[in-house]
């Protein structure tokens, strides 16, 4: 019965995950699809560039709000220790999938950035909170968001380190999600190694409306 209750949930997770914000507010409030401007990214980045800041936030906060659903579904079973914290890590997963491959807007969605803090939020909040203070500091440097997720991502598994110590397994999801970020934004790294990566500035300048 736990393994039926388990392959629901993951289901469910993904289901989670695949609700596109971005998508749906995009066409109900401003009758543009996001995926058609910009970075074509079915998230907040996006969305703050194409349709500004008050349709960014609630789609940042719905993105993050069901990786962090996804991962408290796993309390609705019994399972404690490590076999809760491998559910968590497959919740997490089916999440993100989800979000990258949402089956309510035909598959075509973002990098899951914003679903996988809400996810990490759930499994390591500490860590979490500080990887999205770093993601905030190098994104008021820089301007740029790409940077700040790389770099808060890369320095997860270190503050996982530092909160929890020697924890092998949550050092190794730490890791885990490290890489997927990097390899997410492999086109980024490569806009920023040619210097013509999109700047995103929060406060500063008034993102360009689509034409």
Known sequence: MTWI????LLIAGYLLGSIPSAV??????Y?????D?????AGATNTLRVLGRRAALPVFLIDAAKGYAAVMLSHLTPLEGDALFFLKIGLTATA?????????????????V???????LAIAPIPMLMALATFFIVLAIS?????????????FPFYIAIINGWAPYKIGFGVLVAVV?????RKNIKRLREGNENKTYLFWRRPQQPQ
């Not at 914003?114 to 990490?120: I, K, L, Y």
Request: hydrophobic share 45%.
């Open 5 to 8: 209750v388990i392959c629901l």
């Open 24 to 29: 749906w507010i995009g066409r109900w409030f």
């Open 31 to 35: 009758h543009t699809d996001v995926r």
């Open 37 to 41: 401007y910009g970075s074509h990214n």
């Open 96 to 112: 993100i999938l989800g979000h990258i491959f949402p089956l309510f807007a035909h598959f075509k969605g973002g990098k899951g």
């Open 114 to 120: 914003a679903t996988m803090a809400g996810c990490m």
């Open 143 to 155: 301007h740029y968001v790409s940077l700040g997720s790389m770099t808060g991502g890369v320095l």
């Open 181 to 185: 970020l990097l390899i997410t934004h």
